[in-house]
């Protein structure tokens, strides 16, 4: 995937104005194509090997216990860009050669292939300097407690979904949660690679 400079510098000055993070859960697309990419593609252009899911709102997919049997609509490693059709009361969606339907609307769940399974995010933030529709998701390995446990998905052109009935078994939409401490020592990391990287460029000029 390439990831414009522009793209990259605003979600760097993103992290430096995420709003407080809540847990929405289920999304809903902005306009025909929403982008989605990790850390490593969006900011450094490498590929990782992870796994992302969109499920249906009514999937049963838990922040904290993996899902290894349910499937998704449509997945896609590291990075995508996903259009959504209307097609009847469903919407297709499509990124490359994987195709999938969302059925009854175009609200969706995102999922991280853990080692137990396909999860939800545990958080979200939004991307305040960017606008209400770029956001920030972490995703928390179940299978480690330490250090290094958190995966981030950057999504541009989303929504939180504002149907009540589209929060399975919450009746509306979720509380807000505290941001991770990891947030703030992710944006500390960046800010230190965007230095050594102006630093080296200086040198060779």
Same mark, same amino acid.
Request: aromatic residues 10%; without cysteine.
């Given at each position: 995937?390439?990831?414009?400079?522009?793209?990259?510098?605003?979600?760097?000055?993103? #992290? #430096? $104005?995420?709003?407080?993070?809540?847990?929405?859960?289920?999304?809903?697309?902005?306009?025909?194509?929403?982008?989605?990419?990790?850390?490593? $593609?969006?900011?450094?252009?490498?590929?990782?090997?992870?796994?992302?899911?969109?499920?249906?709102?009514?999937?049963?997919?838990?922040?904290?216990? @993996?899902?290894?049997?349910?499937?998704?609509?449509?997945?896609?490693?590291?990075?995508?860009?996903?259009?959504?059709?209307?097609?009847?009361?469903?919407?297709?969606?499509?990124?490359?050669?994987?195709?999938?339907?969302?059925?009854?609307?175009?609200?969706?769940?995102?999922?991280?292939?853990?080692?137990?399974?396909?999860?939800?995010?545990?958080?979200?933030?939004?991307?305040?300097?960017? @606008?209400?529709?770029?956001?920030?998701?972490?995703?928390?390995?179940?299978?480690?407690?330490?250090?290094?446990?958190?995966?981030?998905?950057?999504?541009?052109?989303?929504?939180?979904?504002? $149907?009540?009935?589209?929060?399975?078994?919450? @009746? @509306?939409?979720?509380?807000?949660?505290?941001?991770? $401490?990891?947030?703030?020592?992710?944006?500390?990391?960046?800010?230190?690679? #965007?230095?050594?990287?102006?630093?080296?460029?200086?040198?060779?000029?």
């Amino acid at each position: 995937m390439q990831v414009t400079k522009v793209f990259k510098a605003g979600v760097v000055a993103g #992290l #430096l $104005a995420m709003s407080d993070a809540s847990s929405a859960s289920v999304w809903a697309p902005t306009d025909n194509d929403s982008q989605f990419a990790n850390t490593y $593609a969006l900011l450094l252009n490498m590929p990782s090997g992870e796994k992302f899911g969109i499920f249906e709102d009514t999937a049963l997919l838990s922040s904290s216990i @993996g899902n290894a049997i349910i499937n998704p609509v449509l997945s896609f490693f590291d990075a995508a860009t996903v259009t959504f059709t209307q097609n009847g009361v469903n919407v297709d969606i499509k990124t490359g050669n994987s195709t999938g339907a969302l059925l009854g609307s175009s609200n969706f769940q995102l999922g991280w292939w853990s080692p137990t399974g396909w999860i939800t995010e545990s958080s979200s933030s939004m991307i305040s300097l960017l @606008g209400q529709t770029s956001w920030s998701l972490a995703f928390v390995d179940p299978t480690n407690h330490g250090a290094g446990n958190e995966h981030r998905l950057f999504a541009f052109d989303i929504k939180a979904s504002q $149907a009540s009935s589209d929060y399975p078994g919450s @009746g @509306g939409t979720p509380a807000a949660v505290p941001l991770p $401490a990891t947030a703030w020592f992710m944006m500390t990391a960046v800010l230190g690679f #965007l230095a050594k990287g102006r630093r080296k460029s200086t040198v060779l000029a």
